[in-house]
Structure formats: C-alpha cells, structure tokens
C-alpha cells in the first residue's frame, strides 16, 4: 500500500506539471489546515482539510512522518476504516477546467 501511495503521488506530482506552472495543486498534500504529527488523521467524505483536495467517499488517513513519504513529509492512506477516494479540480495549460480523482477499492 505504501508503495503504491507513494507511486500514486510521484505520478500526479510528475504528470501534471510543466515547464512554466504545476497544475495539480497540492500535490505532494504538504499543507493542510490539520497536522497528522508523527502519525496520522483521519478524515472523512466531504474533508477539505488537505488544501486544493477533497475526500469523496468513504475516509482517508492523512499521514505524517509515520513513513516515508515520496516526497516532503506528508502522504495520504486511501484505505482509513473503509475504502477512500480524494479528488482536485484543476485547469490544464490551455485553461480546459478538469478533475481528477484518485481512489482505493
């Protein structure tokens, strides 16, 4: 799970930028308006407080410095007590609105 967490956060980290601006924002779900400590938080459907990210459905852990995270400190759980999912809208290079989402289960 950690591996795939963390592959999941490298690929929306390295795929959605450009040259001149990151478009995902967040990506590395660093800042927040909840600070998971060593450990973590959970947080459940409807949760915006990862900044630029919702949790959609079922609940997320938002991890601290419980493991190592692909990159800065902090990293996401799509599996809490049940299966989760977070979602970001955002706006590709051309300025199309889009959305993403990202999902366990």
Do not use: C
């Not at 478009?23 to 459940?44: C, H, K, M, Q, Y």
């Not at 915006?48 to 692909?70: K, M, P």
């Not at 990159?71 to 996401?76: A, F, Y």
């Not at 955002?90 to 199309?96: S, T, Y």
């Amino acid at each position: 799970m950690k591996n795939l967490l963390n592959t999941l956060v490298a690929l929306l980290t390295l795929s959605f930028s450009t040259a001149e601006a990151q478009i995902i924002e967040n990506g590395n779900f660093e800042s927040a308006t909840v600070d998971p400590g060593n450990r973590w938080t959970g947080l459940t459907n409807g949760s915006t407080s990862i900044d630029a990210w919702i949790v959609t459905s079922g609940n997320i852990d938002y991890v601290g410095t419980w493991w190592l995270a692909s990159e800065g400190i902090r990293s996401v759980d799509l599996n809490g007590n049940t299966d989760g999912a977070i979602s970001q809208s955002f706006r590709d290079g051309k300025g199309l609105g889009l959305s993403g989402a990202v999902r366990h289960g």
